[in-house]
């Protein structure tokens, strides 16, 4: 595909739209000679003068006129295009993140920001790995791993876990003497590197040692954990911004123990060419602000 000089292509469609190569030449940001000597390239290219020239005035050849309203509306879906890749659709935001953060601390938030701005669609895509932070998956992210050039990344949290278990469970363990009372029951791991990692870094932040003999279930992804903790199948260490006062409610205990620092930072990210972006500057302001208050 051999494409004309899309400046001269960009000079002539101005020239054309204002009849004035001054107006065009202003629109554009640039000399008037600049202008006429892109046309002249223009005209070049295509053999084919584009303007019947009287003097001072002017008006478009037949060919212009059909060259004109061919490429016009061609430049208006490019530039629209691009506007789109750049800054995204105005009123509506894409937004990719864990799905343990979508389902356990945004969704239920949601409404808040639906009053706040109702002019706003927010698109979840749930992933289970580090969004690949690309158009072609979401406008922005809520990663750990912001990329290091080209976007803007906003501090959200850090990580903490915390020991949650059942209502029932609980009432067994509440009158004994912890950490003991845990290892007559399931500890509940998540995979994330290492099987038992979590609760051997759990242990050694608290000053004692995890039991050889001890009961641990392993679940591939934190949410199961929680429901399984939830139905009283063990103790789970959860992520705080999973558990939340519905939780509370509904058959699941946070115990009286320290917590552990994983040292994940959660961050929302998006392009640096969305920075202005009105939709995008509302949505990282009002995920602080949501942020601050669980921390609060």
């Known amino acids: 595909m051999k494409l004309p000089p899309l400046r001269a292509l960009q000079c002539f469609e101005a020239v054309a739209r204002f009849n004035s190569f001054s107006k065009a030449a202003d629109s554009l940001n640039v000399t008037q000679s600049a202008v006429s000597h892109q046309v002249k390239l223009l005209e070049e290219y295509l053999g084919e003068c584009m303007f019947s020239r009287h003097g001072r005035s002017f008006s478009l050849t037949e060919v212009g006129q059909r060259y004109f309203e061919e490429i016009s509306n061609s430049l208006v879906n490019i530039a629209n295009a691009s506007h789109m890749i750049r800054h995204g659709k105005s009123g509506s935001i894409r937004l990719a993140l864990y799905s343990s953060l979508a389902v356990k601390w945004l969704i239920p938030r949601l409404e808040d920001f639906r009053k706040q701005y109702p002019e706003i669609e927010l698109v979840l895509n749930m992933v289970a790995d580090d969004p690949d932070c690309n158009d072609q998956v979401a406008d922005c992210f809520i990663t750990v791993n912001p990329p290091k050039r080209n976007f803007v990344s906003q501090y959200l949290y850090s990580e903490k876990l915390y020991l949650v278990c059942g209502q029932k469970l609980w009432q067994q363990i509440r ?100 920075a202005k972006q009105t939709d995008m500057v509302k949505l990282a302001r009002w995920l602080q602000q949501q942020c601050l208050e669980q921390d609060g």
């Open 175 to 274: 009158d004994q003497p912890l950490p003991d009372a845990l290892w007559q029951h399931p500890l509940l791991s998540v995979e994330y590197s290492n099987l038992g990692d979590d609760w051997l870094r759990w242990c050694q932040h608290g000053g004692f040692e995890l039991p050889d003999n001890v009961r641990i279930s392993h679940f591939s992804h934190v949410l199961l954990a929680a429901e399984a903790a939830r139905y009283d199948l063990g103790i789970a260490l959860i992520d705080n911004y999973i558990i939340n006062a519905q939780d509370q409610q509904q058959n699941l205990v946070r115990l009286p123990m320290h917590e552990l620092l994983t040292g994940d930072k959660f961050y929302f990210v998006y392009k640096e060419t969305r």
